[in-house]
């Protein structure tokens, strides 16, 4: 049956058509029709298989069409709107399917993550950045299965035949990755551990994967460095479709290798972000000819590069752009872009595939450029200067400068100091002076035809002449040109003067290194032996120290930024200084100089290819790594003659730091003959160091500056001198084959090695310095330490409560470096305690954070909590319940647990309640007493509160001091009241639940209770004698003492009732009638109110809660270890050795585990451990 659907005159829409022999009924027997009262012909608006799927159709077009039809008044109308309205419906469903299809393929990668989680156990914050199929070298077999790549980690799984492989590697654990091709490993990535080495071979595209592993482990080796975790950069361009298998987090990858290759390139910040590049033509007016290169945009630089090196390369800031347009296209020019700026240089860029795209985009970035040419109101703010003046905006008048530290009418602030120094001095007019004067020339001719400023071309030409050496004058100029100085000033007007006055004044540990290296720099020079240079240079320091704490101050800046000061004014100096800590020389001035311990790496390897006789020699003596230290973190200024070593700074600005490395090895080069006769390292080291000592600088026009290192070690026949250009020519004839790529994969494998071998220091040096106070070996505590360490880390990339910054602080000691919060604390001592309590566990070991966090910052560092454990494992039975007794006190018993134990008086209503014997007594011996008021108990917490701020300050000292503590005597220890005691009880009841003799233990800790119960009892007794005469008696002394006796007691029997015990059955030793009175009550749960003796006092829910504290019933330490002593189940249990290895290797091994438990059959699991 077919509905037809029509309109008539009157609106209705009646009409049916039997379509029972229609062939296409088969497969859509009921559809809806449109057909008008005057035509033949029809259209097929819907279909369904069945009744009910063809009835919804009609409702909706019911619901959504009849009622607007209606309003039209000829049937043409109606059948134009009806097929709009379908036809509209039919695309957006096809649009939908579209963007589910390309939903389907971003899920293909969501499911592969899924898959990983499942497979090795991660949680959601480990997020998965790619994953390929390889192979898995597992001795000569390899297993063919996929590689995933997470943020965190290396993981391979594998199911072949019925056999399983599943391996996960943290990056942090990385300490070698090397991409080799060999008969065995054809095109293999190795990846190495401290314990094993990986081979993964048969990669689609193991280039991609090797530059994504090497990513990785650099992220990790920078959390290794920082602690912090990876973000996600969030300014990244969104992509213009998704691609195929390929998640946001490769494509923020992907951009920042593309961003750092960039920066690199022509010098940037770090906040610059590369929007896209395309080939193009540049037209040089110094050559006349175009120029073929890529253009690069970014958000605040237009860049081109040359495709032929040197030939040319163009720095366009956006804050010197006035005029971007389209000129007229031709056939010898197509697709041109016209690019004008304040200096009046015009740029020519051609043969662009999109231009007006291109053109639009440099539009929308000039909008936003913080300029006053872009619009009218510019607010102020750091960022957003268009000049490139170095003098800051904030000292525009005389009222700026009252007050400040730092203003423009200082010297220091107009012009370096040896401008400052040589400026009364007459005016030389010998040969050097002409040489000096000729070089000038030649750099002004330059910049007539290159251009003046950040939009100079460089090409070959500007090397040539930087190696022919800076003239004075113009030096600060084009170190700020070259180095990217003048770019970072010129958008930040004032933030040097406002970064002066927020760290003068303030003080430590770097402000103290820096006021002592202060006289130590340059003192040969006179611009520093007075107090002009010396506060510029104080100022300059401090300034850089306060903006980057995480480097602060390292030797060496001094004299790095001593030079900087005698050519340019302080805050030149001071972004000069940025640009060398921050984009040139990375990591170098940290607290642990790894960067300059890398490319002491590098240079080793480099020797090693260029100079292998002498490699070999010098390794045997171990000379490379103490002589290149030096020579890289001072750019050879602290060894070799000021004059000369400043033309290798003007190397260095341009070049890099292939410049440093060509000279370095140049200088081994020239001395090899007599390194390779020397005996040992004092002599090669003074070989090199009056080579060095005798390099000058023949041109130089200015008065000779001592270099005292020259003066000292001169000798009676000095060595013959070394011209410094020609030493800088010789290096880059026999070593200028250095590329600066190259360079950076050398140091990135150097890097690893860097790192972790610190790493390992740190260790050695933890456990040096722990091993005379702990009873562990030194495996059990280098493994205690790569636990914790490892957990600390996992808190850093998975989340913590709290920051990394407040977890990990250089500046300590390295045991007490790393710390991690009570989340952390309690996964650890879960997993390493011998004390197993089973639900019990995390309430210990959240009492024991509270003993260890003396300083109650909410952190234990390794030193804490490695001592700990020590008394749980090592301690004598003394130690161990001295231990477990603090566990019990304040301040590891909280105010809150103290109020959950008093609850425990709830759970004994009328129904539930049973006079034991034991009880009976107790209650007699209560009805004898004469109890007092609050002010006994008053006193005895005061004394307590006492002793406690004592013990407190006492191991404060005792920590800082880092010495042996004074043996704390069991008579130190405060008493335990009866909440306390109450704790004590359900502690001890859940820790022998894995137990053997488990039934023993319990009888014994039950007689224990009971005994301590009477004892405490009876030293109430005997205080409340001492104050009968003082305290008034009580209104109803024979309610009272019941009531208090059954709290107590019935707060022992529920300590009891939660330890789940069962009533003992062996009967093999006598015991105390009590202690079977004990386990009466607690297996008794099922008691009528008849069945409660007469004389037994109920007591009412307000009663009762003011009764449950027994202020006067107390014991001693000494009582408890007394009473224990008589139970030998105890002894035996609390005097047994333990041993952590199997605990920490149960620890190591959890994670693997679960990872095989979440991916593995019950199937595959028995066949594994069988």
């Known amino acids: 049956m077919g509905l037809s659907w029509m ?177 065995v490993f054809p095109e293999s990535v190795r990846v190495s551990t401290r314990n094993a080495e990986h081979f993964f071979s048969m990669f689609l595209n193991v280039n991609d994967t090797f530059k994504l592993m090497e990513q990785l482990a650099n992220i990790a080796m920078r959390q290794l460095l920082d602690n912090e975790a990876f973000a996600a950069d969030r300014s990244l361009p969104k992509a213009c479709k998704t691609l195929k298998n390929v998640s946001a987090l490769k494509r923020d990858f992907d951009a920042r290798a593309k961003n750092e290759r960039y920066r690199s390139m022509f010098r940037l910040t770090q906040d610059e972000r590369l929007d896209g590049h395309t080939d193009c033509t540049l037209w040089t007016p110094f050559a006349k000819m175009h120029v073929v290169g890529q253009l690069f945009i970014s958000n605040n630089y237009i860049c081109f590069s040359s495709r032929e090196e040197d030939l040319c390369q163009l720095i366009i800031p956006l804050r010197e752009v006035t005029i971007v347009e389209k000129a007229d296209s031709s056939s010898v020019l197509p697709c041109p872009v016209s690019i004008s700026t304040k200096n009046k240089m015009n740029f020519l860029f051609a043969n662009l595939k999109d231009r007006d795209f291109l053109v639009q985009r440099i539009s929308d970035f000039l ?157 040969e020079h006179r611009a520093f032996q007075n107090e002009t240079g010396i506060a510029a240079l104080r100022r300059v320091l401090t300034a850089y120290a306060h903006r980057n704490p995480n480097i602060g101050y390292c030797q060496a800046m001094n004299i790095v930024t001593s030079v900087l000061l005698l050519y340019g004014t302080e805050e030149e100096a001071f972004w000069l200084l940025v640009a060398l800590c921050e984009r040139m020389l990375p990591d170098y001035y940290n607290t642990r100089v790894v960067g300059a311990l890398v490319d002491q790496g590098v240079f080793e390897e480099l020797t090693r290819a260029f100079l292998p006789p002498l490699y070999d020699h010098m390794q045997a003596l171990g000379v490379i790594t103490t002589i290149s230290l030096s020579w890289f973190l001072t750019l050879f200024l602290s060894v070799m003659p000021f004059d000369s070593a400043v033309l290798l700074v003007d190397c260095f600005f341009y070049e890099g730091i292939k410049v440093i490395f060509q000279v370095a090895l140049a200088v081994l080069h020239d001395n090899m003959d007599a390194l390779l006769v020397c005996g040992d390292e004092g002599e090669a080291m003074t070989i090199l160091g009056r080579y060095l000592d005798n390099v000058v600088n023949k041109q130089t026009v200015a008065p000779p500056t001592p270099h005292l290192h020259a003066l000292l070690t001169s000798g009676d026949d000095p060595p013959p001198e070394i011209d410094v250009f020609d030493l800088i020519k010789a290096s880059y004839e026999k070593f200028g084959s250095l590329r600066s790529d190259v360079i950076e994969q050398m140091r990135f494998k150097q890097r690893l090695k860097v790192i972790q071998s610190l790493e390992d220091t740190a260790k050695r040096s933890v456990v040096r310095a722990m091993m005379s106070e702990l009873a562990f070996s030194i495996e059990e505590l280098e493994d205690l330490y790569c636990l914790f360490k490892s957990k600390h880390m996992t808190s850093c990339y998975w989340g913590s409560s709290s920051s990394a910054a407040q977890r990990h602080d250089p500046s300590l000691p390295y045991l007490e470096q790393y710390r991690i919060d009570p989340v952390q604390f309690a996964q650890l001592f879960s997993a390493l305690s011998p004390w197993v309590c089973g639900s019990h566990t995390p309430t210990l070991s959240a009492r024991l954070f509270r003993l260890l966090d003396q300083n109650q910052d909410g952190l234990v560092n390794f030193k804490e909590f490695s001592t700990g454990l020590s008394g749980m ?128 233990l319990y009888h014994a800790i039950a007689t224990v209770a009971s005994l301590l119960l009477r004892i405490g009892e009876v030293g109430k007794k005997f205080g409340n004698g001492a104050k009968k005469a003082e305290a008034p008696p009580p209104a109803r002394p024979g309610e009272e003492g019941p009531g208090e006796g059954t709290s107590t007691d019935a707060q022992v029997c529920q300590a009891l009732a939660d330890a789940q015990l069962e009533p003992p059955t062996s009967d093999e030793e006598t015991k105390d009638d009590t202690s079977v009175s004990s386990f009466s009550v607690v297996s008794s749960g099922s008691l009528q109110c008849e069945d409660i003796a007469d004389d037994t006092v109920l007591v009412s829910g307000e009663e009762r809660r003011g009764s449950a504290l027994d202020a006067d019933w107390s014991i001693t330490f000494e009582q408890v270890l007394a009473s224990l002593l008589t139970e030998p189940a105890l002894v035996e249990y609390f005097e047994r050795k333990m041993d952590i290895q199997a605990k920490m290797a149960a620890c190591k091994a959890q994670r693997a585990v679960e990872r095989q438990i979440s991916s593995a059959s019950d199937h595959e699991l028995s066949q594994h451990s069988s």
Request: glycine letters at 8%; proline letters at 4%.
């Open 873 to 1000: 494992y090592h301690g004598d039975m003394t130690e161990k319940l001295k231990l477990l007794y603090k566990l019990h006190l304040p301040p590891a018993l909280c105010a809150e647990e103290a109020e959950s134990a008093l609850e425990a008086t709830h759970f004994f209503t009328e129904d539930r309640l049973q006079e034991s014997s034991f009880l009976s007594d107790l209650d007699s011996v209560r009805q004898q007493e004469v109890t007092s008021g609050e002010e006994p108990k008053n006193g005895g917490e005061d004394g307590e509160e006492k002793k406690e701020v004592k013990d407190y300050r006492y191991y404060l000292r005792m920590w800082a001091k880092e010495k042996e503590p004074k043996r704390e005597t069991i008579k130190d220890l405060p008493r335990m009241n009866q909440e306390q005691f109450i704790e004590l009880c359900k502690t001890l009841y859940n820790m022998f639940s894995e137990e053997p003799s488990e039934q023993q």
């Open 367 to 523: 909008q936003r450029t913080p300029d006053g040419s872009w619009s009218d109101t510019n607010p102020l703010s750091l960022i957003g200067s268009s000049g490139s003046t170095g003098v800051p905006q904030s000292a525009g008048s005389d009222s700026v400068h009252e007050g400040r530290h730092y203003h423009g009418g200082l010297p220091t602030a107009q012009q370096g100091l040896l401008r400052l120094y040589q400026q009364d001095g007459p005016e030389d007019l010998g040969p050097k002076a002409m040489k000096e004067r000729m070089k000038e020339e030649a750099w002004n001719i330059h910049f007539s035809e290159f251009g003046r400023g950040v939009c100079m071309y460089r090409t070959s030409r500007t090397r040539e002449l930087v190696l022919n050496g800076i003239p004075e004058r113009l030096r600060g100029e084009l170190w700020l040109l070259f180095s990217g100085a003048q770019n970072e000033m010129a958008s930040h007007p004032g933030y040097y003067g406002d970064l002066v006055e927020q760290a003068t004044g303030l003080c430590s540990l770097a402000t103290e290194e820096i006021e002592r290296d202060l006289h130590r720099s340059m003192p």
């Open 7 to 183: 309109s008539s005159a009157q609106g209705l829409l009646v009409g049916t058509l039997d379509v029972v022999l229609d062939s296409s009924a088969r497969v859509a027997p009921y559809r809806i029709l449109l057909q008008t009262a005057d035509s033949q012909i029809y259209w097929n608006i819907a279909c369904g298989s069945s009744r009910k799927e063809i009835t919804e159709h009609w409702d909706f077009l019911e619901s959504n069409l009849l009622q607007t039809i209606s309003i039209f008044d000829n049937d043409e109308d109606v059948i134009t709107f009806v097929k709009g309205k379908i036809s509209g419906i039919i695309a957006e469903e096809n649009r939908l399917k579209r963007s589910e299809e390309q939903e389907e393929n971003s899920g293909k990668f969501l499911e592969a993550e899924l898959k990983m989680r499942k497979l090795f156990g991660m949680p959601e914050e480990e997020k998965l950045v790619n994953y390929y199929s390889c192979s898995y070298w597992k001795g000569r077999v390899p297993r063919q299965g996929w590689l995933y790549l997470s943020i965190n980690h290396l993981c391979f799984y594998s199911f072949l035949l019925g056999k399983e492989v599943t391996l996960v590697v943290p990056w942090t654990e990385v300490t070698q990755l090397e991409k080799n091709a060999t008969l």
